[in-house]
């Protein structure tokens, strides 16, 4: 009797540990959402409070208007022989050589990020006795406007540039894009393959992210992309000298920018407040890996299966971003891959470390399109 008594008592005072036990650990899994909620609840004010402080205090920055202030002569003529359309109430400037008793075919220059239409300044001259000109600057860049608040995505841009096409009326034309441009160039391929509209005919491509997986951005890209570190990095961080060494380290080592160059480049990410749309700019990067087969697609078309839009890649290898490595693997992946690999000494802007090379290259390709 004694034992079963002894027994009954020490089951009782396991079950009772067993029972506080369960409590404890009840209690504490409840206790800990609270706190959760707490740490997110304050996570959300700090980013709205950051926000507000944000948009409160003013710029750094100053706000120049045009005709901008200490700039080079040809950036101040190469703006002033433009002009400016409406694309969903934002002014996009642009400048053409069209002329309606003209046979040249037209070619539409897109540039990249975070330049401009100037990029292609010292290359009009020797194609205009080629080609009919178009050349402008993309929503956010440049002269154009750059609206704080807005979404800014590659299938933006190449909506603004069918939209420019139909405001000149222009029916065919060829495309030499760069950097960003290229992914724009890359959406408008797949568009017309998709449609079957033979309006565009050949594409060239400059430095870029054809291949996004083989894409190197540089560390000032990444941390300017971040959606809400970068808003502060660009507002407070992107001096001119740091902005002229994420440009300068593009070039490569060895043919680095000009002090007016990087002047004028600086300027124009100023205008009209440039500096609050490069975080939102910057989504491209993500852009590319989310439609990377239909990007990457578009230009592995096989020529034995259907016709393939004409295709040619220039490139400078010294890029770190996008340049030898991605000519190689462009060159190996590509079915019946056409493209030139510039001087070594060549880095991520082929317009303005080697026009003559740039230039030499893209008419050989279109000598050889009219045969």
Same mark, same amino acid.
């Given at each position: !009797?004694?034992?079963? !008594?002894?027994?009954? *008592?020490?089951?009782?005072?396991?079950?009772?540990?067993?029972?506080?036990?369960?409590?404890?650990?009840?209690?504490?899994?409840?206790?800990?959402?609270?706190?959760?909620?707490?740490?997110?609840?304050?996570?959300?004010?700090?980013?709205?409070?950051?926000?507000?402080?944000?948009?409160?205090?003013?710029?750094?920055?100053?706000? #120049?208007?045009?005709?901008?202030?200490?700039?080079?002569?040809?950036?101040?003529?190469?703006?002033?022989?433009?002009?400016?359309?409406?694309?969903?109430?934002?002014?996009?400037?642009?400048?053409?050589? =069209?002329?309606?008793?003209?046979?040249?075919?037209?070619?539409? %220059?897109?540039?990249?990020?975070?330049?401009?239409?100037?990029?292609?300044?010292?290359?009009?001259?020797?194609?205009?006795?080629?080609?009919?000109?178009?050349?402008?600057?993309?929503?956010?860049?440049?002269?154009?406007?750059? #609206?704080?608040?807005?979404?800014?995505?590659?299938?933006?841009?190449?909506?603004?540039?069918?939209?420019?096409?139909?405001?000149?009326?222009?029916?065919?034309?060829?495309?030499?894009?760069?950097?960003?441009?290229?992914?724009?160039?890359?959406?408008?391929?797949?568009?017309?393959?998709?449609?079957?509209? $033979?309006?565009?005919?050949?594409?060239?491509? =400059?430095?870029?992210?054809?291949?996004? *997986?083989?894409?190197?951005? %540089? =560390?000032?890209?990444?941390?300017? *992309?971040? #959606?809400?570190?970068?808003?502060?990095?660009?507002?407070?961080?992107?001096?001119?000298?740091?902005?002229?060494?994420?440009?300068?380290?593009?070039?490569? @080592?060895?043919?680095?920018?000009?002090?007016?160059?990087?002047?004028?480049?600086? $300027?124009?990410?100023?205008?009209?407040?440039?500096?609050?749309?490069?975080?939102?700019?910057?989504?491209?990067?993500?852009?590319?890996?989310?439609?990377?087969?239909?990007?990457?697609?578009?230009?592995?078309?096989?020529?034995?299966?259907?016709?393939?839009?004409?295709?040619?890649?220039?490139?400078? @290898?010294?890029?770190?971003?996008?340049?030898?490595?991605?000519?190689?693997?462009?060159?190996?992946?590509?079915?019946?891959?056409?493209?030139?690999?510039?001087?070594?000494?060549?880095?991520?802007?082929?317009?303005?470390?080697?026009?003559?090379?740039?230039?030499? *290259?893209?008419?050989?390709?279109?000598?050889? =399109?009219?045969?």
């Amino acid at each position: !009797t004694t034992q079963r !008594t002894m027994n009954n *008592a020490s089951q009782r005072k396991v079950h009772s540990n067993k029972e506080t036990s369960n409590s404890s650990a009840h209690h504490t899994s409840h206790s800990l959402f609270p706190q959760c909620r707490s740490v997110a609840a304050a996570s959300l004010i700090l980013i709205i409070v950051a926000h507000l402080v944000y948009d409160a205090i003013p710029s750094p920055h100053p706000h #120049p208007a045009f005709p901008l202030e200490g700039v080079s002569d040809s950036l101040v003529q190469w703006y002033e022989s433009g002009e400016y359309f409406n694309f969903h109430g934002s002014a996009i400037f642009y400048k053409h050589t =069209l002329r309606p008793d003209s046979n040249l075919p037209t070619l539409v %220059l897109i540039h990249g990020f975070p330049t401009s239409s100037l990029d292609w300044a010292v290359m009009w001259p020797d194609l205009m006795g080629q080609f009919q000109l178009i050349a402008f600057d993309m929503l956010g860049f440049g002269l154009s406007d750059k #609206p704080a608040d807005h979404l800014y995505t590659v299938m933006l841009q190449a909506n603004l540039t069918v939209a420019l096409l139909g405001h000149l009326h222009v029916t065919k034309y060829h495309i030499l894009a760069h950097d960003l441009g290229v992914s724009v160039a890359q959406e408008l391929i797949a568009r017309a393959s998709e449609s079957g509209d $033979a309006s565009l005919q050949s594409v060239v491509f =400059l430095n870029g992210g054809l291949f996004p *997986a083989l894409h190197r951005p %540089l =560390l000032a890209q990444l941390l300017l *992309a971040h #959606p809400i570190a970068g808003r502060f990095l660009s507002r407070y961080f992107v001096s001119k000298r740091v902005f002229s060494k994420s440009i300068t380290a593009a070039f490569g @080592p060895h043919i680095p920018p000009t002090q007016e160059l990087l002047e004028d480049y600086y $300027a124009l990410i100023l205008h009209k407040d440039g500096w609050r749309v490069i975080t939102p700019l910057l989504g491209y990067m993500q852009e590319r890996r989310d439609h990377n087969d239909r990007w990457v697609g578009s230009i592995t078309c096989d020529e034995q299966e259907r016709t393939c839009m004409p295709i040619f890649l220039i490139n400078g @290898p010294a890029d770190p971003i996008s340049g030898s490595h991605l000519f190689h693997h462009y060159m190996k992946h590509v079915p019946h891959a056409k493209g030139q690999l510039l001087a070594a000494a060549v880095g991520h802007f082929p317009p303005l470390q080697d026009s003559k090379g740039v230039l030499q *290259a893209f008419k050989t390709f279109h000598s050889k =399109l009219s045969l």
